[in-house]
Structures are given as C-alpha cells and as structure tokens.
C-alpha cells in the first residue's frame, strides 16, 4: 500500500501568531516537522499543504514538497483531504496527517498509526504515549482515553480519565494517555471524516478528531511509552522546544 504524509500548516493560527514560520533551532517550525517524518522513511511521499504563499515560499526554499490549498477549511483535515485528492497523489492507498507543530513526534507513534490502518485492524488510527498524572491539570494538552479493543473512547483537554477516589490513584496513572498530533487514514474514512459537518463537541474542545468519533468512525489508537518532545501550541511551549532541540545528548 502507497503512504502519503500530508503536514498541514495553516498561518492564522490564534495561540501562537504565525506558528508554522516560528524558528525551532534556526529554521522555520512547519521545516523541522517535515524534516523529521522525511528521515523516517516510513512513506512514500511527505508534503506540506499551507493557504499561504509566505509558509509555501518557506518551505520550498528548504526542499520540501508543498501544495496550496484553500484558505476557507475548519480543520488541518479537511486541508489533508484536499490535498491527498490533488490528480498527483490519487494513487496513494493511506494517507498520514501529521500535525505542523508536532517536531519529536516519535518515529514508533507514526508506524503505529500506519501499522493499524495499513494492516486492516482500522480505517482510522492515531498515537497516543503513556504520560504522568500531571498533564491532567493543562488545558493545553490533549488526552485520550482508550477501550480494551485499542479504539479510542474520548479525547479532550480536560483532566480524563477523572479520579474519583485516591485509593484508585494506581490504576489512573495506566490509563494517563498523552495524543499524539497524528492520524492515518485509509482514503474511505479520510473522505467519511471530512463529509460529516462539523459537531459540536469538536466546537465546544477545538478538537477535530471528535467529528468522526461521534459519528461512529472507529478509530484505533497506538499507545507508546512516552513523548519526546512538546507540542508548539504557545510561547512557552515553543521555548521548551528550543531549549531540548539544544540540549547536548549523552549516549
């Protein structure tokens, strides 16, 4: 099966102005993403799909591949589905969304993804990494709780799963689980995704990935044993960034 990676990377974002330009270690934040699923090699082909003509510039002048798309969609996964219908890329069987301000994400979560989908076990995958209890408190980090079959149940930016008594304080701490910004698709489900309007508890957590879940899309979810790096979705978080990307490594 032919993979395609599409990185959607749109200019406006609110959080952090002009996110997929911002500098991590030197070159634009939307360059280092591309640059970490392109030395993977777990696709075929990696592309970054922008509606704007200044991330497009960026992002040729460092060699990638990158498209135009419209500048009216409500979600990076509408822009992936644009673009994986573009005549050049009709012939890709699964495609691969990985989010433009996720720079570690780690290589077992994108095979994860592809291995759920690609082996027929889902038509719709993402990744998750087992995370501490305290990530529960931030709003600005996503968690997702899973069944015992590996589908996802819920995502949300609130504390879950919620600890009703201390005593059980153990059996929260497995079921702690980090998102992942990735998602892989066969091309049925990626165009099932962007035909539903959008729900409202997508509207109400600014989580895309709850349209096709209330819906009934299954989607499978590979859990990894911990995150490599942040997420850029504010200043601080992009400070974080530099300062591990710099940070000497022992080994």
Same mark, same amino acid.
């Given at each position: 099966m032919r993979t395609l990676a599409v990185i959607p990377a749109r200019l406006g974002s609110t959080r952090l102005p002009r996110k997929p330009l =911002? +500098? +991590?270690?030197? +070159? *634009?934040?939307v360059v280092r993403v591309w640059q970490r699923i392109a030395d993977m090699r777990l696709v075929d082909r990696c592309v970054v799909a922008t509606d704007s003509d200044e991330v497009s510039s960026a992002v040729a002048e460092h060699g990638a591949d990158v498209v135009l798309t419209r500048s009216d969609h409500p979600s990076g996964?509408? =822009?992936?589905?644009?673009t994986a219908h573009r005549a050049e890329f009709l012939d890709f069987d699964v495609v691969v969304n990985v989010q433009g301000d996720e720079p570690f994400v780690a290589e077992g979560a994108v095979a994860g993804a592809l291995g759920l989908v690609t082996s027929g076990a889902f038509p719709l995958a993402t990744a998750a990494a087992r995370a501490a209890v305290d990530i529960l408190r931030s709003p600005n980090v996503v968690k997702v709780v899973g069944a015992d079959d590996g589908r996802a149940l819920y995502f949300s930016r609130a504390g879950i799963p919620f600890m009703q008594d201390p005593a059980d304080a153990p059996l929260q701490r497995e079921r702690v689980w980090q998102h992942i910004g990735l998602y892989a698709y066969t091309r049925?489900?990626?165009d099932f995704w962007v035909s539903l309007p959008v729900h409202p508890l997508e509207r109400l957590e600014r989580l895309e990935q709850l349209r096709p879940l209330a819906?009934?899309? =299954?989607?499978?979810?590979?859990?990894?044993?911990?995150? +490599?790096? *942040?997420g850029i979705d504010t200043e601080e978080d992009l400070i974080r960034a530099n300062a591990l990307w710099m940070a000497p490594t022992t080994g």
């Open positions: =911002r +500098l +991590l270690a030197g +070159l *634009p934040l996964t509408d =822009r992936v589905a644009e049925a489900a990626l819906a009934g899309l =299954r989607m499978g979810v590979a859990v990894i044993d911990e995150v +490599l790096g *942040p």
